[in-house]
DNA sequence: CCGGGACTTGAAGAATTCTGCAATTCGCCA
DNA sequence: TGGCGAATTGCAGAATTCTTCAAGTCCCGG
């Protein structure tokens, strides 16, 4: 496998690696909306949220479209709500483990 | 949904997006190996991987455990296959697409 | 044609992340 | 116990990414 394809790879996830852009990504889930929604519902500057839709637009993870004086957005395709899904149960596996092991260590002795 | 869980998804996005550190993961998909072999087919030094390897445990992507005189690397959940997973989907998407767009545009005239 | 909302772009400084070198730890075995 | 291979850690400088402010573009209504 060649190691472009590994660069490939990671700016893909290092493109979800922002909260402002994960956040994004999951409100297109629902469907097309205008930067103006996404405006209302993420707590951040309008040129910094067009900053964080430009990177997701560079990667091609969505793609936006005018419609009158609004500009829409929309993912570029359905999967990267499995990225997302995928991402949502690792979470949980790591966490559920960090509890596990937390509960355990609270259960044992220390010289155990 | 609150603002710190955004940023953990972040978190877990942001450390799959590097190269050596993509690489790991997909090597691991085939089961526990040493840190020894991970170089032998990662062409970086011994304390870069070193660091990636850090980071990727500091995120809970993967634990490690020593064997003999061997450190041993696995991933922690076999969910992270899945992820990967959806990242190449993504990413033939994504390319076909650029492709698709290329093909048409040079099917056309510029004035078309 | 002008005013104003909706966004984007450019650029600079702050903050993070990456990389490689030197030094260190750990366990094994002669 | 001394030497070694295997890995990690501590750092410093280089490279990226973030954030914000100021300025600019585009389009609709008047």
Same mark, same amino acid.
Request: charge should be neutral; glycine fraction near 6%.
């Given at each position: 496998?060649? /190691?472009?394809?590994?660069? *490939?790879? *990671?700016?893909? @996830?290092?493109?979800?690696?922002?909260?402002?852009?994960?956040?994004?990504? !999951?409100?297109?889930?629902?469907?097309?909306?205008?930067?103006? #929604?996404?405006?209302?519902?993420? #707590?951040? !500057?309008?040129?910094?949220?067009?900053?964080?839709?430009?990177?997701?637009?560079?990667?091609? /993870?969505?793609?936006? @479209? %005018?419609?009158?004086?609004? /500009?829409?957005?929309?993912? =570029?395709?359905? #999967? /990267? *709500?499995?990225?997302? *899904? $995928?991402?949502? %149960?690792?979470? =949980? $596996?790591?966490?559920? #483990?960090?509890?596990?092991?937390? $509960? !355990?260590?609270? $259960?044992? =002795?220390? =010289? !155990?």
């Amino acid at each position: 496998m060649s /190691v472009p394809l590994y660069q *490939a790879k *990671a700016e893909m @996830f290092r493109t979800l690696g922002h909260p402002v852009r994960i956040r994004v990504l !999951e409100l297109l889930q629902a469907g097309p909306r205008p930067v103006r #929604d996404l405006l209302s519902e993420i #707590d951040v !500057e309008p040129s910094n949220l067009s900053q964080q839709l430009a990177v997701l637009r560079r990667t091609g /993870v969505v793609v936006s @479209f %005018r419609d009158g004086s609004l /500009v829409m957005y929309a993912l =570029s395709t359905p #999967d /990267v *709500a499995d990225l997302l *899904a $995928a991402g949502r %149960r690792i979470l =949980s $596996a790591v966490l559920t #483990d960090r509890d596990g092991l937390l $509960a !355990e260590l609270r $259960a044992h =002795s220390p =010289s !155990e």
